[in-house]
């Protein structure tokens, strides 16, 4: 491992920025708005939920300069090594001509107050860079994570829908003036060197390779690693977290490649929902729909499945599915690798198999069998942008109306993602059909003694878990049949 005092390098609109001296958990946006007094960049929530924070990060996909929308407010800026921040001030021209998406936005009136404003200019940008005359659809997703509270969103929804139809290269745009440049000179800022930033108490460190951060861990397995941060950037901006020494792992490039086989797909652990959502949706389509609710467009820039399963949290989302499609993920250490079925690494609350010095290297899924009945639900207050109250994953194979294996498991049931062992006992065997089904939820009793908490009661988890059964039932049997209702008693 070649290590380095260094610096983060980073670009910021067009200026090339290198800080020696960064706190491991300062974030993106205490950095625009105190020290560069970049102050169109808002601070609303500070938990990556409101999006007045938004700011576009370009990164390098192999040869490729990615821009995505991000929440500056979770962003820690010693995960910016190697990247270019654009803020809301850059999109002018020097001669104060508006961009087309602000341009736009004046139009169509989609500002009022404005405090949101440069947010919702900032995540219309990046639709605009990626996506040619979006529709609706595409619009309503890249505003998920951006909230308003004056216009009603349809002035914005219109403003997005007359600017989509111009292209970046036939109007003004200074990223597609810049691209080529920018490109370069991230490319000269990228190495395999590991960057040590601070002291004991104060540690930032961005490995250069995985196997950098094998040996980083093997020095410091008590370190906080951080992939995307949208939750360990919550730690520290809601819990005041003392977090040191933190391990940035985001631009490690061996742990971004998603492989593709016919025995199923490796998911690097620094793979973001975004970068995963094309493949997983093709191979998995109902899992693809739950990718896009896990919060907004930013959020799914920057959180990774990766991270989600090393959090180990009974209410994290991908577990569940994950489990049910029998998935094993790969732990890596100075020692060597090695694998585990999914299911067995959630070993009880804040407890996984992950020993110290081993880091999540990859999810391995395995292809879904073409005769295999699979499909994922997530019960939340909110649809879109929303913690689940649980989440639950349905798995089943017939022979001809008898069901011969089946795999089920939540996640908010209890205080791991779970399988259901006594349901899947009550269905194996028998057929496919209501009757079985009725039965079979009762089993739920055996299997979950969920808690109720402000996200929902006990009682309505239970409930919910059952009909979840029965809706997977129906979807797949194709019959039509009488919702049993419960009695829930305090």
Excluded at 443 to 455: G, H, I, K, N, S
Aim: glycine fraction near 10%.
């Amino acid at each position: 491992m070649t290590q380095s005092a260094g610096s983060i390098r980073f670009i910021l609109n067009d200026r090339d920025i290198a800080l020696t001296s960064v706190s491991p958990t300062g974030m993106l946006l205490d950095f625009l708005r105190l020290e560069r007094r970049l102050t169109g960049t808002k601070e609303g929530c500070a938990e990556g939920d409101c999006g007045a924070c938004t700011v576009l990060v370009g990164r390098l996909a192999g040869d490729d300069l990615v821009y995505e929308s991000v929440n500056a407010c979770i962003r820690f800026t010693g995960s910016l090594n190697a990247t270019h921040v654009v803020t809301i001030e850059h999109l002018a021209a020097k001669d104060g001509v508006l961009h087309p998406v602000q341009q736009a936005m004046v139009d169509y009136h989609g500002s009022q107050c404005g405090f949101c404003t440069p947010g919702f200019v900032m995540s219309l940008y990046g639709l605009w860079l990626s996506k040619d005359n979006p529709g609706r659809a595409d619009i309503e997703k890249a505003l998920q994570g951006n909230l308003c509270r004056c216009t009603g969103y349809e002035p914005i929804v219109k403003a997005a829908e007359a600017v989509g139809k111009m292209r970046p290269d036939a109007v003004f745009d200074p990223l597609v003036k810049m691209r080529q440049d920018i490109t370069a000179r991230l490319k000269a800022m990228r190495n395999n060197e590991t960057i040590l930033i601070g002291d004991n108490a104060a540690k930032l460190i961005v490995p250069g390779s995985a196997s950098a951060l094998a040996e980083v861990l093997d020095t410091y397995p008590q370190a906080t690693v951080v992939a995307g941060s949208t939750d360990i950037g919550l730690w520290v901006t809601k819990q005041m977290r003392e977090i040191s020494p933190v391990i940035f792992i985001n631009g490690i490039e061996e742990l971004q490649s998603i492989r593709e086989t016919k025995e199923g797909i490796t998911i690097g652990a620094g793979v973001t929902y975004s970068a995963a959502f094309k493949l997983i949706s093709a191979r998995y389509p109902t899992f693809g729909r739950l990718l896009d609710r896990l919060g907004g467009e930013q959020v799914r820039n920057m959180g990774t499945i990766g991270g989600n399963v090393a959090n180990g949290s009974p209410i994290g989302d991908t577990p569940p599915p994950l489990i049910a499609l029998d998935a094993s993920v790969t732990l890596r250490s100075k020692a060597g690798q090695r694998t585990v079925p999914l299911e067995d690494y959630f070993i009880e609350y804040g407890r996984q198999d992950r020993r110290p010095g081993e880091f999540v290297e990859s999810i391995f899924v395995p292809d879904l069998p073409g005769g295999d009945l699979f499909s994922v639900y997530k019960v939340s207050k909110r649809r879109d942008e929303d913690i689940s109250a649980l989440c639950g994953a349905f798995r089943i194979a017939l022979n001809g109306d008898l069901v011969t294996s089946a795999r089920i498991a939540f996640g908010g049931m209890a205080g791991t993602p779970k399988r259901a062992a006594h349901v899947e006992a009550a269905l194996i065997g028998r057929l496919w059909n209501e009757e079985t089904v009725k039965a079979a939820q009762t089993a739920f009793e055996q299997d979950y003694q969920p808690l109720t908490d402000w996200r929902a009661t006990a009682a309505y988890r239970m409930l919910a878990a059952k009909n979840l059964l029965l809706r997977f039932f129906l979807e797949t049997s194709g019959e039509r049949a009488e919702l049993v209702r419960f009695e829930v008693t305090a």
